[in-house]
């Protein structure tokens, strides 16, 4: 029986950007899909159900973490969401946590590195499954 390949949403405006992790993930085994707006996203990850969501924070129309806020109602129970920015370290972690996130890498994590942080963030609970596991 095939191993299911972890399915990637990667929203970043940054063309270069996209191609780039989407070339290193896919050859990591991961099934990647690339959206290159804040906008539609929502809809995109109800219609695609990916594993993962790597959101770029600095991202023109709305922040990623406003992304995450809107398209986390939409996803499916499980997807975890991850802010993906070259901003600080310090301040990535602080805004993951704010905005709930399930995790942060930053832009300089590439290649099997980054294959490796998504493979163990795809393992780790959810966020929001953790809450609930809380009450």
Do not use: W
């Not at 399915?7 to 993930?25: C, K, P, Y």
């Not at 539609?40 to 993962?52: A, C, E």
């Not at 806020?69 to 990535?92: M, N």
């Not at 972690?93 to 290649?111: E, H, M, P, T």
């Amino acid at each position: 029986m095939p191993e299911m390949k972890i399915r990637v949403l990667i929203v970043d405006d940054d063309q270069d950007q996209l191609s780039l992790v989407e070339r290193t993930l896919s050859a990591f085994g991961f099934d990647v899909r690339t959206h290159r707006s804040s906008l539609g996203v929502s809809n995109l990850v109800r219609t695609t159900q990916p594993d993962l969501v790597l959101l770029d924070v600095n991202i023109p129309a709305l922040s990623g973490d406003k992304v995450l806020t809107l398209a986390r109602g939409q996803a499916p129970k499980g997807t975890k969401f991850i802010l993906y920015s070259a901003s600080d370290e310090s301040q990535l972690r602080a805004l993951a946590r704010a905005s709930g996130a399930d995790g942060y890498i930053c832009k300089s994590v590439q290649g099997e590195e980054l294959a490796q942080r998504l493979e163990a963030l795809h393992l780790k609970p959810a966020a929001s499954e953790v809450v609930q596991a809380a009450r």
